[in-house]
């Protein structure tokens, strides 16, 4: 079964450092999206990509933050200034639209195992 | 987006069937129920989505009533292996549309 993969699991870094989480969405999927989670919080959005651009995006998408999709298979998300508060676990997802019988278009995300971002 | 409210916990001894109910009041046409699964540190799992009446796959089955006001999320025998959050989520599935989770309900299986 295709699976969404993210790199590295595990990502410890200085306050104010740069990082970059990667993630390889299932192939046939045109829609990512990155979440995260707080420790003990719920799963938050942060921003959707389809088309090589960016759909939507939350008020926790700042200018701290970037999406890019550098070549046909990566998905990356950029945190230029890493903050204490940043420590979380990023997952990324991605999906493709589909058509169900008998209702509307469906859209199932799949995510992936996360990222655990930790901030010192 | 409707609001969902569900059990924040609940436990249960294996082998038994467990039913998650979600209340979803103010769903709109549109709108799909959507169940996922997260074990700690990992990403949430896909389980099951309807629209209405029932559906069922190999995880589990899903219970919406004729108003859709809510649903509710049948686990068959569950094991140890099915501790986990388990989230309702309802909204429009067009496009990529981001996915609001809640707190969840906390299942716990006892041995």
């Known amino acids: 079964e295709p699976e969404v993969t993210q790199t590295p699991s595990h990502q410890v870094t200085q306050m104010g450092q740069e990082v970059i989480l990667r993630c390889v969405p299932i192939s046939n999927h045109l829609y990512f999206y990155w979440y995260r989670q707080i420790l003990g919080q719920k799963v938050e959005f942060l921003v959707s990509f389809y088309n090589n651009e960016i759909s939507e995006k939350s008020e926790i998408f700042d200018d701290q933050f970037s999406v890019e999709r550098p070549d046909g298979s990566n998905f990356t998300l950029k945190i230029r200034s890493t903050k204490l508060e940043d420590s979380a676990m990023y997952f990324c997802?991605?999906?493709?639209?589909?058509?169900?019988?008998?209702?509307?278009?469906?859209?199932?995300?799949?995510f992936g195992p996360g990222t655990r971002l930790t901030v010192l | 987006l409707a609001k969902t409210t569900q059990p924040i916990s609940m436990d249960s001894y294996e082998g038994q069937e467990v039913n998650i109910t979600c209340s979803h009041n103010?769903?709109?046409?549109?709108?799909?129920i959507t169940w996922y699964q997260q074990f700690p540190s990992q990403g949430p799992r896909f389980i099951i989505q309807g629209y209405k009446t029932k559906v069922t796959n190999e995880v589990a089955s899903l219970f919406i009533p004729a108003d859709r006001k809510s649903s509710t999320l049948s686990l068959p025998r569950v094991s140890l292996s099915d501790t986990a959050v388990y989230y309702c989520?309802?909204?429009?599935?067009?496009?990529?549309?981001?996915?609001?989770f809640g707190k969840g309900t906390r299942l716990s299986v006892i041995a």
């Open positions: 103010n769903i709109a046409t549109n709108d799909y």
């Open positions: 997802a991605s999906s493709v639209v589909e058509t169900a019988s008998g209702g509307p278009i469906t859209d199932t995300q799949y």
């Open positions: 989520l309802v909204g429009s599935p067009r496009g990529n549309t981001p996915l609001v």
